[in-house]
């Protein structure tokens, strides 16, 4: 099999479709590295985080809220949109910790970024490894409601995510984080929360 030698698309012009408060929608005629046109249609997304909230005992803090795109309760991570283009990830998953659960961590070990729909969106998610947890109270918006709960990470966590719909992000991060191996279905050797690191990148 013969790889392309060039991938490249080249915008060759954009419309608006849609400006919306989170959705900001374009269609672009583009050329291809063939030299032919297509169009692509897209969303352009400010960007959001995501954070394993990873307690001492090895529990991990998720979230059941309901998703009215999908009409039924999902079962997440804590996450949230940045406020603004530039905002330091960092400071939005701090800031998305304790207003979500009400969790203030000590230390937040960076992921890498997670590119949940690049075929028509702009968004990346940095994800976040949260440790050395304090908590306090919640601060949910006005329009949000959903319920923490705490999960062992152990045997339980695997086969949750591993038989569960709409978990890929939170797969990937518990893969990054070098949680659950999810590629040779097993967990690492025991750790606790306080020996586990993420893997190391090279």
Known sequence: MEDFKNLQETQLSSQPIFDGDVLHI???TIRLPNGKQATREYTVHHGAVCILPLLENGDVL?????????GEVITEIPA?????IGEDPREAALRELREE???VASELIP???FYPTCAYSTEVIQMFLAR???????EL??????NVFRLPLRRKIARYFQTTVHKKSLRHLLYAGGIVDFTRNRLPPEKSAATLHPPARR
């Open 26 to 28: 374009f269609k672009d």
């Open 62 to 70: 998720l979230e059941h809220q309901f998703r009215y795109p999908m």
């Open 80 to 84: 949230g949109k940045l406020d603004y």
């Open 101 to 103: 659960t009400g969790a």
């Open 111 to 113: 992921l890498g970024p």
């Open 132 to 138: 050395g947890l304090s908590f306090g109270e919640r």
């Open 141 to 146: 918006d006005e329009d949000e409601f959903l």
